[in-house]
């Protein structure tokens, strides 16, 4: 199963990608420490085996716990826990062929007090960013390839 990036053509007429463009966090940096290489480097190893694991099931939306359909939506979220953090990267399956990374987020956390309504709509709104990218995806049908 092949697995793409949903792109678009930016102001200078270049393809961009939100899914590419959350990746460049993970790019090692020669001023970077050496342990800081190494954890960039077993946190991307990280996020491809689940794109991996995701790609083996075909890109299936009922893979609990790791990925699921979101509620009243058209996409998936794939789930991944990353130390303290929780990585979701959004997605859909065309044709049981294509997998197509739209975006992907650090999701905030929901323990400090009275931070939950903040978080729903951070999500809310990452949520209908991935959805405009997979009806834009749909018209054009432009990606980039997977490059981790």
Same mark, same amino acid.
């Given at each position: 199963? /092949?697995? %793409? ?17 959350? &990746?460049?966090?993970?790019? %090692? ?23 991996? *694991?995701?790609? $083996?099931?075909?890109? +299936?939306?009922? &893979? ?5 359909? *979101? ?7 794939? +789930? ?12 859909? @399956? /065309?044709?049981?062929? @294509?997998?197509?990374? &739209? ?8 323990? $400090? /007090? ?7 709509? %951070? ?10 990218? +997979? ?14």
């Amino acid at each position: 199963m /092949k697995i %793409v990036c949903y792109a678009f053509k930016g102001k200078n007429g270049e393809l961009e990608s939100p899914f590419m463009e959350y &990746l460049e966090k993970y790019a %090692v940096r020669d001023r970077d420490p050496k342990k800081k290489k190494s954890l960039k480097l077993k946190q991307l190893a990280n996020i491809e085996s689940h794109l991996n *694991y995701l790609a $083996e099931h075909r890109g +299936k939306y009922d &893979l609990l716990p790791l990925a699921q359909k *979101y509620k009243n939506r058209s996409i998936a979220i794939l +789930k991944i826990k990353e130390s303290s953090k929780l990585v979701r990267i959004a997605f859909f @399956t /065309k044709k049981g062929s @294509t997998i197509i990374l &739209l975006n992907a987020i650090d999701k905030p956390k929901l323990y $400090e /007090k009275g931070k939950k309504q903040q978080v729903d709509k %951070v999500i809310e709104k990452f949520l209908d960013q991935a959805e405009e990218y +997979k009806n834009n995806y749909m018209k054009s049908n432009l990606s980039m390839p997977l490059n981790l």
